[in-house]
């Protein structure tokens, strides 16, 4: 099988790109493809002819999204629209990345796949702008949500958090609840998603919920790391997006794929992470 994974210099796109390992991938970036130029994009898809394309693109600064409006809808909704547009009129299904951020975060309980989409941030709203473009586009589609996406490379919470480890004490927000995902465990639900033609919409995300405060002690009690863990309130650290409270992912659709639990994929970072550094 020939897979396009279209952002592949994400933390995604890595595992993705170890996750199929044994198909035909072919890795292209931004520079490679600007997935937000229609007719660059129709016409690089069709001179590769993939059998699917994996959209891991996405422009994923929630901050600075509600700044720079006109960026973020260009990247997470017309960059989607484009690659949705290209696959349908070359017969190719688009597996499309998407966010726990489309949710507000007011629900108690989790989140399946047919509640309704309410987000609040500008990230959010493009992100699900970019899933409304990929349902009206083209019908062989896979729309995979996901959330608190980590992995040993790349920018994320887990890297950020061990990095202040040096300190005797660490504040993290305890009143924010999600599914954190390790994105080698996404890239393989991935990989095995794509061999069923069952489109749709799924949330794949790590099993079960946690908050970032017991997130970082899970963190820190696998590397050993004493520093005190100090839960604080999500007003103690002021953002310019607003951030869902509960946005704990679940699925009502029949187990195709599942997830390891979150704590499996701490575990697994945690050990990558000790190894990485004791090379370097």
């Not at 997935?35 to 069709?46: C, F, G, K």
């Not at 006109?70 to 990345?97: E, F, K």
């Not at 504040?171 to 390790?182: A, H, I, K, W, Y």
């Not at 794509?194 to 790590?206: D, K, P, Q, R, V």
Request: glycine share 6%.
């Amino acid at each position: 099988m020939k897979v396009l994974v279209v952002g592949a210099s994400g933390q995604l796109g890595h595992a993705l790109q170890d996750a199929l390992r044994h198909q035909d991938v072919i890795a292209w970036n931004f520079d490679t493809l600007d997935i937000t130029q229609r007719i660059q994009t129709s016409r690089a898809i069709s001179e590769v002819s993939p059998d699917v394309v994996i959209n891991a693109a996405a422009f994923t600064n929630v901050d600075q999204a509600e700044s720079d409006r006109a960026s973020a809808y260009r990247v997470n909704a017309v960059g989607p629209q484009n690659l949705a547009c290209a696959t349908d009129a070359l017969g190719i299904p688009l597996v499309h990345i998407s966010t726990d951020y489309v949710f507000d975060g007011t629900k108690i309980e989790p989140y399946h796949e047919f509640d309704q989409p309410q987000p609040r941030s500008i990230y959010g709203k493009s992100k699900l702008a970019g899933e409304e473009a990929v349902r009206a586009c083209t019908r062989q589609h896979f729309i995979v949500r996901t959330a608190w996406l980590y992995h040993t490379i790349g920018k994320n919470f887990p890297k950020m958090i061990c990095q202040l480890a040096g300190k005797s004490e660490v504040r993290v927000v305890s009143d924010q609840r999600g599914s954190p995902t390790f994105a080698p465990h996404l890239a393989q639900a991935i990989a095995q998603l794509i061999m069923t033609h069952h489109y749709g919409t799924y949330h794949l995300a790590g099993t079960g919920g946690t908050s970032w405060f017991e997130l970082t002690q899970a963190l820190f009690a696998h590397l050993g790391i004493t520093a005190q863990v100090v839960p604080v309130l999500t007003t103690d650290f002021p953002r310019p997006a607003p951030r869902p409270a509960n946005s704990v992912l679940t699925s009502l659709q029949d187990p195709l794929v599942l997830l390891p639990p979150w704590e499996n994929g701490v575990r697994e970072f945690a050990e990558q992470y000790a190894q990485d550094l004791k090379v370097t």
